[in-house]
T-cell receptor, first 115, second 109 residues
Framework: KAGVTQTPRYLIKTRGQQVTLSCSPISGHRSVSWYQQTPGQGLQFLFEYFSETQRNKGNFPGRFSGRQFSNSRSEMNVSTLELGDSALYLC??????????????FGEGSWLTVV | KNEVEQSPQNLTAQEGEFITINCSYSVGISALHWLQQHPGGGIVSLFMLSSGKKKHGRLIATINIQEKHSSLHITASHPRDSAVYICAVISNTGNQFYFGTGTSLTVIP
């Protein structure tokens, strides 16, 4: 079956713009989580959605938001982009969540460069 | 303050060597994951542990909940094992994910 699909894979944005990233989970998975990875901070948890509801949230400013649709696809949005938002954004899906004993499956990520 | 500490940060081994990567954490957890990341970004979940020990091929992962410590072992290492290995824990309060900074492993033929 198809894996976790993230689009776009690469994008360049200008400071002050906003960006929307998309994640299609593995069929049947209801938990989708988002992560930011930078050379300086490593991997950091953004948020998790389960059945269209945000279940957990990391320590990121309100400029970072997300949502999940009824088909479990998820989007994350970053408004008023800053240079420091340049990162690899990873999405992962699992049946019910990484704390429930389920394996989590990662997408290839979206590389965002803010100039 | 890092909730998850990994050691070593970098590791170079000869093909065939036995490798150990350590992970210590400071929060109460509901689960611990070992992840593998190859150049280019793709991450694969190797193990999910909440107790004891798991084995998959040449990989073995153990966890000691009382000591808040986990180890990932690779037996008979191979150049294709070269990757960054990341320890991640899920706290049992708030279900937050915390990540180690990763161990960069290079296996030389």
């Amino acid at each position: 079956k198809a894996g976790v699909t993230q689009t776009p894979r690469y994008l360049i944005k200008t400071r002050g713009q906003q960006v929307t990233l998309s994640c299609s989970p593995i069929s049947g998975h209801r938990s989708v989580s988002w992560y930011q990875q930078t050379p300086g901070q490593g991997l950091q948890f953004l948020f998790e959605y389960f059945s269209e509801t945000q279940r957990n949230k990391g320590n990121f400013p309100g400029r970072f938001s997300g949502r999940q649709f009824s088909n479990s696809r998820s989007e994350m949005n970053v408004s008023t982009l800053e240079l420091g938002d340049s990162a690899l954004y990873l999405c992962a899906s699992s049946l019910r969540g990484g704390n429930t004993g389920n394996t989590i499956y990662f997408g290839e990520g979206s590389w965002l460069t803010v100039v | 303050k890092n909730e998850v500490e990994q050691s070593p940060q970098n590791l170079t081994a000869q093909e065939g060597e036995f490798i150990t990567i350590n992970c210590s954490y400071s929060v109460g957890i509901s689960a611990l994951h070992w992840l593998q990341q190859h150049p280019g970004g793709g991450i694969v979940s190797l193990f999910m542990l909440s107790s004891g020990k798991k084995k998959h091929g040449r990989l073995i992962a153990t966890i000691n909940i009382q000591e808040k410590h986990s180890s990932l072992h690779i037996t008979a290492s191979h150049p294709r094992d070269s990757a960054v290995y990341i320890c991640a824990v899920i706290s049992n309060t708030g279900n937050q994910f915390y990540f180690g900074t990763g161990t960069s492993l290079t296996v030389i033929p």
